[in-house]
């Protein structure tokens, strides 16, 4: 099974600032690697697939990168919508894998 | 418009079982793949159960194999997770997924369900 870790776990930025995100696998997915986002008391959000590849509805302030075994998810400048928990998760083995995941607060 | 609908959870005594059920709408639903993803309260993600699209193969976590049984109706577009045996670190909120890509086995779940809770305790 690969595994997965995010850092940092809790992230303190103040809106408008940029906030950077990081994954990393125990072994090469290849680009076969998806982030999510999540609210207190909601499902989880897909925002990228492939690595970089924004979902329907996604932000141009959300860019993802990396291949491999390092991913970065950045958020250019921080809305007040964008106050969540980030996950990343490998797909390219079955099964799928989550990292721990990573709080984004306000500052 | 996708929609996925998980009912079925509730409290239930270490050893017991319940059957978790998941209606969906709005797309072939022989044609994707779909899972079952937990979350214990606090944490994180854990992928529970799949099918990967049309293959009837069926696959499971290594913390719930033996245990829990994955199934589909095709003919009501209903996903089941039947689990027995149940422990106290099963509880969690339980998330009906789907693939993202129609014909392929890939886990990219771009649609969830709001879940159902399940607690076990006695």
């Known amino acids: 099974e690969i595994v997965m870790t995010q850092s940092p776990a809790t992230l303190s930025v103040s809106p408008g600032e940029r906030a950077t995100l990081s994954c990393r696998a125990s072994q090469s997915v290849s680009s076969n690697l998806a982030w999510y986002q999540q609210k207190p008391g909601q499902p989880p959000r897909l925002l990228f697939h492939?690595?970089?590849t924004r979902a329907t509805g996604i932000a141009a302030r959300f860019s993802g990168s990396g291949s491999g075994t390092e991913f970065t998810l950045t958020i250019s400048s921080l809305q007040s919508e964008d106050f969540a928990v980030y996950y990343c998760?490998?797909?390219?083995?079955?099964?799928?894998?989550f990292g721990g995941g990573t709080k984004v607060e306000i500052k | 418009e996708v929609q996925l609908l998980e009912s079925g959870g509730g409290l239930v005594q270490p050893g017991g079982s319940l059957r978790l059920s998941c209606a969906t709408s709005?797309?072939?639903?022989?044609?994707?793949?779909l899972s079952w993803v937990r979350q214990a309260p606090g944490k994180g993600l854990e992928w529970v159960s799949g099918f990967p699209s049309r293959s009837g193969n069926t696959f499971y976590a290594a913390s719930v194999k033996g245990r829990f049984t994955i199934s589909r109706d095709i003919s009501i577009n209903t996903l089941y997770l039947q689990m027995n045996s149940l422990r106290d670190d099963d509880t969690a909120v339980y998330y009906c997924?789907?693939?993202?890509?129609?014909?392929?086995?890939?886990?990219?779940?771009?649609?969830w369900g709001q879940g159902t809770l399940v607690t076990v305790s006695s």
């Open positions: 997924t789907k693939g993202l890509n129609s014909g392929s086995s890939s886990q990219i779940f771009d649609s």
């Open positions: 492939g690595a970089s």
């Open positions: 709005g797309f072939t639903f022989s044609s994707y793949a």
């Open positions: 998760q490998q797909y390219n083995n079955w099964p799928a894998t």
